[in-house]
């Protein structure tokens, strides 16, 4: 199975700031990778797919980039109803994976 | 519009079964496969599964191989999760996905509201 792994785990920023989460896979998935953003109590929805694509309805804020094993999902100018746990997801190969997960708190 | 319903919460004691049913409606059901995913309190997403809506093929997570079967009804446009012998380690949130794409390039667009199964004697 490819392993996801995320960082930081946590962090904790200003509204207005800009926020950059780190995904790497344990071998080279070339573009496949999607970023969720799940806020408490709700279903994960998605935000970028194919590793730069943003999803449409998604605010222009949150961007993606990278290939192979390293991927960033950033939010350019953070706001209050951005908190919550943000995942990455291969798609690569089966069976699908996710990282651990990044949560967001607002200062 | 995409809607993806699915059945209520279960209390389940330790051995039992479970079903979870995520019933579809705003699209081609056929169209469209659903993946199922769970998470456990606290925990992050694991996916399970995943089934094709039109024909029924499913491909599931090694882990849960034996203990869980998929399948759809396309007369009612609900595709059924069932999971047996049933553990404290099954305790958790299951959803389920519509996918869209083929291949390697597809996203979970539209996810059910999930369904709290709780497992405890």
């Known amino acids: 199975d490819i392993q996801m792994t995320q960082s930081p785990s946590s962090l904790s920023a200003s509204v207005g700031d800009r926020v950059t989460i780190t995904c790497r896979a344990s071998?080279?998935?070339?573009?496949?990778l999607n970023w969720y953003q799940q806020k408490p109590g709700k279903a994960p929805e998605v935000l970028i797919y194919?590793?730069?694509s943003l999803q449409g309805g998604v605010p222009s804020r949150f961007s993606g980039s990278g290939s192979g094993t390293v991927f960033t999902l950033t939010i350019s100018g953070l706001q209050p109803e951005d908190l919550g746990t943000y995942y990455c997801?291969?798609?690569?190969?089966?069976?699908?994976?996710f990282g651990q997960g990044t949560k967001v708190e607002i200062k | 519009q995409v809607k993806l319903v699915q059945s209520g919460g279960e209390l389940k004691k330790p051995g039992a079964s479970m079903e979870v049913s995520c019933r579809a409606s705003?699209?081609?059901?056929?169209?469209?496969?659903i993946a199922w995913l769970r998470q456990a309190p606290g925990q992050g997403l694991e996916w399970m599964g995943w089934?094709?809506?039109?024909?029924?093929?499913?491909n599931y997570a090694q882990k849960l191989q034996g203990r869980i079967t998929m399948t759809t009804d396309t007369s009612t446009k609900t595709v059924y999760m069932d999971l047996k012998n049933l553990t404290s380690d099954d305790t958790a949130v299951y959803y389920c996905?519509?996918?869209?794409?083929?291949?390697?390039?597809?996203?979970?667009?539209?996810w059910g509201q999930g369904t709290l199964v709780t497992v405890s004697s």
């Open positions: 194919a590793a730069s």
């Open positions: 071998q080279s998935i070339y573009i496949y």
């Open positions: 996905a519509r996918v869209d794409g083929d291949g390697a390039d597809f996203i979970y667009d539209y």
């Open positions: 089934i094709n809506a039109d024909n029924g093929d499913t």
């Open positions: 997801q291969q798609s690569y190969s089966a069976p699908v994976t």
């Open positions: 705003g699209y081609t059901f056929g169209s469209h496969g």
